[in-house]
């Protein structure tokens, strides 16, 4: 079967999707907004299975792949929710201490998409470590829905402690070179900015279409920042030209891509928003970006 991609759905189904996924509008509200645009026998409840992530037929790495080593661990997060688990993944051959990575996932906890980028992270060198926010409601549920209603339960304060604590046991980590870098995508990538503006020792930040930081917070980056956008967002890169002006003022190393015809998400290659030319070429950026930023 051919895979679907964005030009298969009109913009209006691909906004609707947006809103429905961040939690704008309920199922049922996509579902009726959508049903005009199902056509040729597909209803609307089809459509939205066509663009709900297909996790298994994505996966670039398993989770057994022999070239890494990789668990879930639990550590302290006495300023958050108290524990924080995620997924530490790392080479299974490397000598010496090597530079870390914190993950950040979308709005929907860690999921079978996270851990395969957290897997990539590791064969491309890097220590890599994706907390689960779900952590202290259970965990994310195995189901995307399950998972974004219980995300607006989270006590916000509460998890962008968990994701510090996150990144200072990584700087600790004995096998890893003292230095941390920090991407993450969507909601990820709005914690990626934040974390630039609260941690003046972190030495990477890689957003991928993440809200922006509060713009009297801009001028506390120390970190350079590599940031990523997807042309066909309106909702994220309104707040761009506020951050890039407040970036400019405050004189912090960043470049910026906007990827053209992409969609958000464009990363994500469990979804049909998926563009694997703009993928590509975003992680090219990203790992090269970590290698300046973390390995020397």
Not at 56 to 75: H, L, M, S
Not at 238 to 245: I, L, N, R, S, V
Not at 256 to 263: E, N, V
């Amino acid at each position: 079967m051919t895979r679907k991609t964005a030009a298969d759905f009109e913009p209006e189904v691909l906004q609707l999707f947006d809103k429905y996924v961040h939690g704008v509008i309920p199922r049922r509200e996509f579902l009726k907004n959508a049903a005009k645009y199902a056509v040729a026998g597909l209803t609307a409840e089809g459509l939205l299975n066509a663009l709900s992530p297909k996790f298994a037929e994505a996966q670039e790495v398993q989770g057994n792949d022999p070239r890494i080593k990789a668990r879930y661990v639990e550590y302290p997060s006495p300023g958050g929710y108290g524990t924080l688990r995620g997924y530490l993944v790392q080479p299974a051959r490397a000598s010496g201490k090597l530079p870390t990575v914190l993950v950040v996932h979308e709005n929907r906890g860690l999921n079978p998409h996270i851990e395969d980028i957290t897997r990539r992270l590791a064969l491309d060198g890097f220590i890599a470590f994706a907390p689960d926010a779900l952590f202290p409601l259970g965990g994310y549920p195995g189901d995307e829905d399950k998972a974004r209603e219980l995300f607006p339960k989270l006590d916000q304060s509460k998890t962008r402690e968990d994701f510090v604590a996150a990144a200072a046991i990584l700087k600790k980590l004995p096998e890893g070179n003292g230095k941390v870098g920090v991407t993450g995508f969507c909601y990820g990538g709005g914690i990626s900015n934040f974390l630039a503006t609260r941690l003046p020792d972190l030495a990477a930040a890689v957003p991928f279409y993440g809200n922006q930081p509060a713009t009297e917070d801009v001028a506390k980056i120390k970190a350079p920042l590599l940031i990523h956008y997807a042309e066909n967002d309106e909702r994220i890169n309104a707040g761009w030209p506020k951050y890039e002006a407040a970036l400019k003022a405050a004189g912090v190393k960043h470049e910026a891509y906007i990827y053209p015809g992409t969609q958000h998400g464009f990363n994500n290659n469990t979804t049909p928003r998926f563009d694997a030319g703009a993928a590509q070429l975003a992680w090219q950026r990203t790992v090269a970006f970590f290698n300046t930023h973390l390995k020397t």
